[in-house]
């Protein structure tokens, strides 16, 4: 089977990352806002895009 190497390294630090904060999901989210907050890099954030419905479907239950 084939393997990625730089993704298997993503996976590493991730696990790292997580079990350094004893996987509470709260506490990573808040280093990652920290780091993020730290960083001199340009953030670009885009707004959720709306599904679109096809001409058929409606946003009414069917009964």
């Known amino acids: 089977m084939w393997k990625d190497e730089v993704l298997e390294e993503i996976y590493k630090m991730r696990e790292e990352h997580a079990k350094s904060f004893n996987y509470d999901l709260k506490a990573i989210c808040d280093d990652l806002r920290q780091r993020q907050a730290a960083s001199s890099r340009k953030l670009i954030s885009t707004p959720l895009k709306q599904p679109r419905l096809q ?5 009414r239950p069917t009964a």
């Open 55 to 59: 001409p058929s479907q409606s946003l």
